[in-house]
């Protein structure tokens, strides 16, 4: 009776060795004998102790963290980039014998591709273009990962680490691109603002009444401020007439000079001046010449 109830106590305790219960988000690819018997569960799975094992698999997706990578772009670019990608097994048989630890071969088939892809794109694709390599980086590592039953769901680069010196460079070239685009807008302002203005003086000009009431509108707001001094503008229509009754006055007084001149008749040569040049004895000479013929002159003036 004691070996009946020895006997018994051991298949029960064999049996609840060999009871396996899996969650609803794991499988078991089972083996018997050393040789694979298939993939079971969830739930309640019977194993012989001894002679059976079973490797269990998550179908959870795992977020796998992919290291920074030293990256030299293809503009020759050093900068040092992390990545993380998310996957799951999606056949656990191949992810167990295809592959003898799947979580490092997919993080270092991450990492050389990460490595592959950033080398042939330029900095500036990698910093505004994150779309279009993250797509590329998952579809290069989905394809070699599906041999080992891994679905890649996403690929997404984190953080892009820059040398300083780049970082000084992109802050001169934004700068730079910031101050052209206020010039320009500056330059478009100035163009709307000159076609209203023209439209403006148009319509003043059609209307001259508008231009009184702007005037008096103006006057308005400089009188409404605290101000000592008040400028009142004068409009050049008001002293046009004496401009043009100044300049009537002197046209005639240029007019009435120049009668006088025709009237006096021309003007006797002036004598030329005596040469200082000229030793003194030939002046006193030519003094006595013209003395002696006035003298004959007045003579015969007489005679006759």
């Known amino acids: 009776m004691e070996i009946a109830l020895a006997a018994l106590a051991l298949a029960v305790g064999y049996t609840f060795s060999s009871i396996r219960v899996l969650r609803q988000y794991e499988r078991a690819v089972t083996f018997f004998l050393g040789r694979f018997s298939g993939t079971k569960g969830p739930g309640l799975v019977f194993l012989p102790t001894f002679f059976a094992g079973m490797k269990r698999v998550s179908l959870r997706i795992v977020a796998l963290d992919i290291p920074p990578q030293d990256v030299i772009t293809r503009d020759n670019v050093s900068v040092r980039v992390n990545a993380v990608l998310y996957m799951r097994a999606s056949d656990p048989e191949r992810v167990i014998m295809e592959v003898e630890d799947y979580m490092y071969a997919t993080s270092q088939l991450a990492q050389t591709t990460l490595r592959s892809v950033l080398g042939e794109v330029e900095l500036d694709e ?9 797509a590329v980086l998952k579809r290069i590592i989905d394809e070699r990962t599906d041999a080992w039953g891994i679905h890649v769901s996403a690929v997404e680069v984190k953080d892009v680490d820059l040398p300083e010196q780049m970082k000084r460079a992109m802050a001169r070239q934004a700068e730079a691109e910031r ?6 807008i500056a330059a478009q302002g100035e163009l709307q603002a000159s076609e209203t203005l023209a439209q403006a003086a148009h319509t003043l000009a ?3 009444m508008s231009l009184q009431l702007r005037y008096l509108q103006t006057v308005i707001e400089i009188a409404s401020e605290n101000n000592s001094t008040t400028i009142f503008p004068i409009p050049i229509d008001m002293i046009k007439p004496f401009m043009d009754l100044a300049g009537g006055g002197a046209a005639a007084a240029a007019r009435g000079a120049r009668t006088s001149e025709l009237a006096a008749g021309p003007k006797p040569a002036a004598l030329p001046s005596p040469d200082p040049t000229l030793p003194q004895f030939r002046i ?3 003094a006595r010449e013209g003395r002696a013929a006035g003298e004959k002159k007045d003579g015969g003036g007489e005679a006759g």
Not at 179 to 184: L, Q, T, Y
Request: net charge neutral; glycine share 0%; hydrophobic share 25%.
């Open 126 to 134: 990698l910093l505004s273009d994150r779309e279009k390599i993250n």
């Open 179 to 184: 101050e052209r685009r206020a010039k320009v």
């Open 206 to 208: 059609t209307e001259p």
């Open 284 to 286: 006193e000479e030519r």
